[in-house]
């Protein structure tokens, strides 16, 4: 992988590429707080709109992508209702696989990050398969940079 300088995910200042969730009644717990699983669904919302842009998807026709891992780390609650910002960006670049970086946010408030291992796969074979030059292309146009 490509290894770049450390990047602090809860700088806002670092993503280019953002979403925007809801959060729901439904998502909250006992606490009176949106719940972790929801935290998930927000980097999955994020993660979604950044690899299937409309028009432009990132894979190649034949390939689909995997994620081999999802460390998500929870760094302050979240009330209903309101809505919440995903800023996803590339953080390393290997042979097959990236990793996306992404900060959850109320506000300018950072409540998560998260780091994500994605695979590109080959659907014919099921295996992992070297990353395209136009697909790694797109992938360094989104890399993570200190501002």
Not at 19 to 41: E, M, P, S, W
Not at 66 to 81: K, Q, S, T
Not at 101 to 121: H, K, T, W, Y
Request: with cysteine; proline share 7%.
């Amino acid at each position: 992988m490509t290894d770049g300088p450390t990047l602090d995910l809860k700088d806002p200042g670092l993503y280019r590429h953002w979403a925007k969730d809801t959060l729901r009644y439904c998502d909250t717990d006992k606490q009176g707080h949106i719940n972790n699983i929801a935290f998930a669904v927000f980097c999955e919302t994020g993660r979604v709109q950044f690899l299937l842009e409309p028009g432009q998807p990132l894979t190649p026709p034949g390939t689909f992508i995997v994620i081999a891992r999802l460390a998500l780390d929870f760094l302050g609650e979240i009330h209903w209702p309101g809505e919440v910002r995903i800023g996803t960006g590339v953080m390393s670049i290997g042979r097959s696989s990236f990793t996306l970086g992404q900060g959850i946010f109320v506000n300018e408030r950072c409540v998560g990050i998260a780091d994500s291992v994605l695979v590109l796969a080959d659907e014919a074979t099921r295996r992992s398969t070297p990353l395209p030059e136009a697909m790694r292309e797109r992938l360094n146009a989104a890399l993570l940079m200190t501002p």
